[in-house]
């Protein structure tokens, strides 16, 4: 009875101190238990390292300025030009252009900007075969370049008006029709005295050989002029270095008989000396004053000339239906005054 209270003891005992001792979790594996920490807060990862500051870029070159799309020729000295004297034109430099192939434009035409008073400048092309137009030649009549005035002289003007719109570079080598980066005031007389013959020259060129001829145009102005004094013409065949055609001229942008304001463009006619007679006369006569009216009260008969063959037809002319429309310019005057351009009558029509 004593034993058996004593194991009963000892049994309790062995209960309670194994109560008092912590108890180690179990693994949820059944794996060796692993001792339970109190959570500690995460460490702080440590912040990622700030990239290192680039170096400061060096400042970018400033752009230079946009090349002029036209190659400009040295600044034209208009003194160097002797004063008119009755001829249309005055070779320079013996003929020889200041051209070289380096001068040609990537576009195959070039034509300056309008400046502040909007007048044009100089106008370059490589005038070949594709460059020719092909399409009928429309109206220019809403083209107003610097210095335009519509006015006329019925008595000392074949075609009567003073001023053409005048194409620097002309329709017939490139087609440009209404461009105004390409078309002056300039007289009748400079038109078709002094810068046709030369346009005609690097057509037929141009035509006969299939070739390219590099043509350039500047219009020469002195000042805040509004009217060119004149354009410098400059031209050279390219694949025969000059040996078809080959120039360097100033043509006037004068007309006989009357004096221009070029800084207006207005004008008046030109006073002759008056006779003895005229002098003791009481009452001499007035000057005829220029008449100024809208280019579609023009008077004259419509013909159309062939720029090739140098002949002037009726519109109706069976002969204008085969005529090349690059070749085709339709010309409102007299008979008279197309014979003076030098044109003949078609024997055809016999205008």
Request: glycine residues 6%; aromatic residues 6%; charged residues 25%.
């Amino acid at each position: 009875m004593r034993a058996l209270l004593a194991a009963l003891l000892l049994s309790v005992a062995l209960v309670v101190g194994c109560a008092s001792e912590p108890r180690e979790a179990a693994s949820p594996t059944g794996d060796a238990p692993s001792v339970v920490q109190s959570a500690e807060p995460e460490e702080e990862s440590e912040p990622e390292e700030e990239p290192a500051p680039e170096p400061a870029a060096e400042p970018a070159p400033e752009p230079e300025p946009a090349a002029d799309p036209v190659p400009a020729p040295e600044p034209f000295d208009p003194s160097q030009v002797p004063v008119y004297s009755g001829s249309p034109y005055v070779i320079l430099a013996d003929d020889a252009p200041e051209l070289s192939a380096a001068d040609a434009p990537e576009a195959l035409e070039s034509y300056s900007a309008l400046d502040s008073l909007g007048r044009c400048g100089t106008a370059i092309a490589l005038v070949g075969p594709e460059t020719m137009p092909t399409e009928e030649r429309g109206s220019i009549g809403m083209i107003k370049p610097s210095g335009w005035h519509t006015v006329r002289y019925d008595d000392l003007i074949d075609g009567r008006y003073l001023y053409n719109r005048c194409h620097l570079i002309g329709y017939q080598l490139t087609g440009e029709n209404a461009n105004e980066l390409n078309l002056i005031t300039g007289t009748r007389y400079l038109n078709v005295e002094g810068m046709l013959s030369f346009e005609n020259e690097v057509a037929d060129y141009v035509e006969r050989t299939g070739n390219h001829v590099l043509y350039r145009a500047t219009p020469v102005f002195v000042g805040n002029d509004l009217v060119a004094r004149g354009v410098h013409l400059e031209a050279l065949s390219m694949e025969d270095n000059g040996a078809g055609v080959k120039f360097n001229v100033f043509c006037y942008n004068v007309q006989p008989g009357i004096e221009i304001d070029y800084a207006t463009g207005e004008s008046e006619r030109i006073e002759e000396a008056p006779s003895a007679e005229q002098e003791t006369s009481e009452e001499p006569a007035a000057p005829e004053a220029p008449v100024v009216v809208p280019p579609e009260a023009s008077p004259g008969t419509t013909y159309i000339l062939n720029l090739n063959t140098r002949k002037f037809h009726y519109p109706e002319c069976s002969s204008v239906d085969q005529m090349s429309e690059k070749n085709k310019l339709e010309f409102t005057g007299t008979r008279d005054e197309v014979i003076a351009q030098g044109y003949d009558p078609c024997k055809r029509c016999d205008p």
